[in-house]
């Protein structure tokens, strides 16, 4: 058992997600960067899906009230174990009584946490994650509160105390993000002019971001190829008769501000949308704070296609370089 | 009706299989989907039928992505007939209309409606031409209700009126989305009509709230043990107005497990429904009333 003794910002239980259910509104869930917490499981021995927590901004306070291993991934963040400071990326031991706790934010805006043998609530249509809007999976469908007593698994495999990720498997953090975006959808609805500044522009990441999806504002308002409303669309030139959104996609209603939908999507709706960002660009946004400058870049299928194909060459290679350290 | 296919990044495939919303357009997303799912392709991973359109999520490490367009286009031509007529149920819906807890709601949000000094059903009424929001009551609960897409938040169902176009309700969403929306409200949004599964955000005009659950994540819900989302797509809809104290009194015999949906077995026919459409929804209501009877 682990017990929260303070629960930060909003802290959540995520596995990898409950794929299955998208087409009765019940989104894929699970952590927002997927790297991040594979590579926090991978550090403490446990298989890859196996939850833990995921906490933005601000870090909890976990009293641990057996041995166990922990690793923290994602964004940087000073990482303490009683009064000592520990690194990131990391394989640390807690002992029975101590207690994990955070300091300051350094960049970055998610934090996972991964604890030997996962954590261990019951699954809700075969995952632990929590989707906060359905009131599904994590703690009875909620965010983790102080008080909160999580169990834990019992399988997990060895890693070393002290087993690290070298620099240049981690994600590199900056000052600026670059999104790639496939152009489709209803890419036609906007201008060529749109078409042309919407990848031009600076953008900037607005307030309003969560697990549902991330605004953004800054950039000149996108204009609209005139159209006969088609039944049942709506007579806004943003509107579409309501279909299904992609994880990825960005709508951007009345043409004003980009919203990219993350792995808490809603499944539908009416608004149209331009394209989306490619999977491999995903975990990314999930580490964006409020106002970092953002360029949406343009890319084909293959150039899509390739980057995905580095992400899963980046994984092998850490599970190899953690392998090789055990 | 040209289909047209795009991806939505590198995992989705999407079909519109017409930009404007008929029951002709959502046959014909559901019978591809239903033949989709029969082709089994290696690699689709989530079938996502919606009102005039539809979704694939695929694995590119899988299938690549122009391989499942070309797989899905063979099947799209190999099935030119559109399969019109499913086996699916109908479903009574209680609906206490003009209801205190949406009322509430909507007046906290008149500075984002298109008419502040009125109510949604106000609204509603006016642009719909009818004399009263009694009127408008009784055109929205008269004819049926098809289910053509789940979605947007858990369970949340769109549902298309069953009624020639001429008369089909159409209202526009709110002028900015509101904060608040009450579980289990009945709202509209151009001619699509909704049940709020969940509480929380929406644009949709708010006319009144049903008792009866359609989503729930602990499955105690005697009509949601077995699975704890309530629609899928291709039910039919029957909203029967009610008053307050038939209102808590269902509420009460739900707390207390006794409530059973009024629901039936029917076989649904596009064409025939089409023929006289008057006509059939009243068969297809009567199968409700032998229902309640027995």
């Known amino acids: 058992m682990i017990e929260i003794i303070k629960h930060g910002l909003l802290t959540s239980i995520q596995d990898l997600g409950r794929p299955g259910y998208f087409h009765l509104g019940i989104p894929l869930s699970g952590a927002m960067d997927r790297f991040a917490m594979r590579v926090a499981n991978l550090l403490v021995g446990n298989s890859e899906d196996l939850a833990g927590l995921e906490a933005v901004f601000m870090g909890p306070q976990i009293k641990f009230e057996k041995d166990a291993l922990v690793a923290v991934t994602g964004a940087e963040i000073s990482v303490k174990i009683d009064d000592e400071e520990y690194p990131t990326w990391t394989t640390l031991k807690v002992k029975s009584g101590q207690v994990l706790s955070f300091g300051p934010l350094k960049s970055g805006a998610r934090m996972y946490i991964a604890i030997s043998g996962g954590i261990d609530v019951p699954m809700a249509l075969g995952s632990r994650s929590t989707y906060l809007v359905g009131a599904l999976g994590g703690v009875n469908g909620k965010a983790i509160a102080k008080g909160d007593r999580l169990p834990l698994g019992k399988n997990h495999g060895k890693v070393k105390e002290g087993t690290t990720l070298s620099d240049t498997l981690k994600p590199i953090s900056s000052k600026q993000a670059e999104l790639r975006v496939l152009p489709g959808l ?55 008769v309501d279909s299904c959104y992609s994880y990825g996609s960005i709508q951007v209603p009345g043409g004003v501000e980009p919203i990219i939908l993350h792995r808490d999507a809603v499944s539908g709706g009416g608004y149209f949308t331009l394209g989306a960002v490619i999977s491999a660009d995903m975990d990314i946004i999930g580490q964006l704070q409020p106002n970092t400058p953002t360029f949406f870049k343009k890319v084909d299928m293959n150039e899509a296609l390739q980057a995905r194909l580095e992400r899963v060459n980046l994984l092998e290679k850490v599970r190899t370089h953690i392998n090789e350290q055990g | 009706m040209e289909t047209r296919y795009t991806f939505g990044g590198d995992e989705h495939l999407f079909v519109e299989c017409s930009e404007e919303m008929s029951l002709e357009a959502f046959f014909k997303s559901l019978s591809l989907t239903e033949a989709i799912k029969k082709a089994g392709i290696k690699g689709i991973t989530e079938i996502c039928p919606a009102n005039a359109s539809f979704q694939l999520r695929f694995d590119p490490d899988i299938i690549k992505p122009n391989d499942l367009l070309q797989s899905v286009q063979i099947i799209e031509k190999a099935g030119k007939k559109i399969k019109r007529s499913i086996k699916t149920r109908i479903i009574e819906f209680p609906v206490l209309y003009n209801d205190p807890w949406t009322h509430e709601t909507l007046m906290r949000f008149r500075d984002r409606h298109q008419m502040p000094d009125g109510t949604d059903l106000d609204y509603a009424a006016e642009i719909n031409n009818h004399e009263s929001v009694e009127g408008f009551i009784k055109a929205h609960s008269e004819s049926p209700w098809f289910v053509t ?13 069953m009624v020639d176009r001429d008369r089909q309700i159409q209202v526009p969403k709110y002028l900015r989305p509101r904060t608040d929306t009450p579980k289990l409200t009945l709202g509209h949004g151009g001619c699509f009509a909704c049940i709020y599964s969940v509480k929380g955000a929406g ?92």
Do not use: C
Request: aromatic share 16%; no cysteine.
């Open chain 1, 186 to 240: 209803y890419w036609h609805r906007i201008s060529p002019p749109s078409q042309k500044t919407f990848f031009d522009d600076e953008w900037k990441v607005a307030l309003e971001i969560d697990r549902m999806g991330y605004r953004f504002k800054g950039g000149t308002k996108l204009e609209f190829v005139d159209r006969e409303p088609p039944f049942g669309a709506g007579s806004d030139p943003s509107n579409i």
């Open chain 2, 203 to 294: 644009g949709y005009q708010m006319f009144g709230i049903t008792p009866m659950p359609i989503y729930d994540p602990t499955q105690s819900v005697e009509h949601l043990k077995d699975f704890m989302v309530f629609f899928r797509p291709g039910d039919i809809v029957k909203f029967r107005p009610i008053d307050m104290s038939e209102y808590e009194e269902i509420v009460q015999e739900i707390e207390m497990n006794q409530y059973r949906p009024v629901i039936k077995e029917v076989q649904f026919d596009l064409d025939q429904y089409n023929e006289n459409t008057k006509k059939y929804n009243n068969e297809l209501v009567k199968a409700l009333k032998d229902d309640r009877d027995n």
């Open chain 2, 149 to 161: 897409m789940v979605g947007f938040v858990a369970g949340l169902p769109f549902m298309y009126q």
